[in-house]
């Protein structure tokens, strides 16, 4: 049975409990007809509830984040079929790992793959990531105003550094953003082009 969680903040700390998705089990029962109920009774039927509030389990933050992480690798495992499925010259290794961000273990990013690509003759190195909210790429941390409410983030960020101490490359279009959008289908396309230098197939890709 689907399930989803509710988040509720009657604190600083934001608590979670588990709301369980609607189903035929959990309607109401009807309500027996007055003049039935009283032929086989004898008793007067009385409206009354006939269900009772279900106990709510709430659920730890590690809980939150292991259900936010199983979404967010899912996205990032179709984003990466659909990539590798355009054109078998554009192949990108599946790198796939993410994040969740403190205290709001609901939000979080996925790594999906990474590469290096000529950028102005150089070569740059780059990570693709998908977030479940919108925000920036900010200068001291890796998010600024961070807002759940738009949905989906894709983005790629050109990286410096060695493996284990990768920094954002900064020094690539100022903040280091490669692209950034709420359209996968967009997001698709750029992270193609960054795999291609033909024309021809660089020609292809815009018109996906």
Known sequence: MNRSYVAVQPSAKIRYFDA???SAANQPAPKPAKH???LRTGRIYRARSTWSPEERRYLT???VAERTGQVLQAA???SHERINGFH????FPKI???RTLDERPHLGYCHVTAARTLLARLPVSWSFYIANFSGQIGEDTFFERISPANGRMYFAVALTGEPGKLQINRSIRKNGVLFQTSDPKE???NVLMLGTSSEELRE???KL
């Open 20 to 22: 369980p998705a609607p």
């Open 36 to 38: 039935s109920e009283f």
């Open 61 to 63: 933050h590690e809980e």
């Open 76 to 78: 990032a495992e179709k």
């Open 88 to 91: 078998r010259s554009i192949q």
């Open 96 to 98: 796939i790992f993410h």
């Open 187 to 189: 997001a698709v396309k």
């Open 204 to 206: 292809k890709i815009k």
